[in-house]
């Protein structure tokens, strides 16, 4: 099974997948940690994650099929109209602004 297929069938096996670097018990960078963490504050005690550093393919395949797609363009309408704010948010600050929103 190639890379894309794994990723695919993950996705559609799992109500919630988080790619991320270490495992939930133990992140391996501040973004996995604050994934971790706004799952948990959403409520979501359950999730299937990949450590994508045990295998680097999958996280350059990622990496590859986002390349073109800002994140913050999935989350801008929401921050905003929730901030009052008329400003771009990227990355780990997405993160953070939706933890405020759930706390």
């Excluded at 992140?27 to 299937?48: D, R, T």
């Excluded at 993160?95 to 706390?103: A, D, F, I, K, P």
């Amino acid at each position: 099974m190639g890379i894309e297929q794994f990723i695919d069938n993950e996705v559609k096996a799992n109500d919630v997948v988080l790619f991320m670097k270490g495992t939930p018990q133990f992140p391996q960078c501040g973004f996995s940690a604050l994934a971790v963490q706004a799952l948990s504050a959403c409520g979501v005690n359950s999730f299937f994650s990949v450590n994508v550093l045990e295998n680097p393919d999958i996280r350059r395949s990622l990496f590859a099929a986002l390349a073109n797609v800002r994140p913050s363009h999935l989350f801008d309408t929401k921050l905003r109209a929730a901030n009052g704010a008329n400003e771009a948010v990227e990355g780990e600050e997405i993160v953070q602004r939706l933890l405020t929103l759930v706390r």
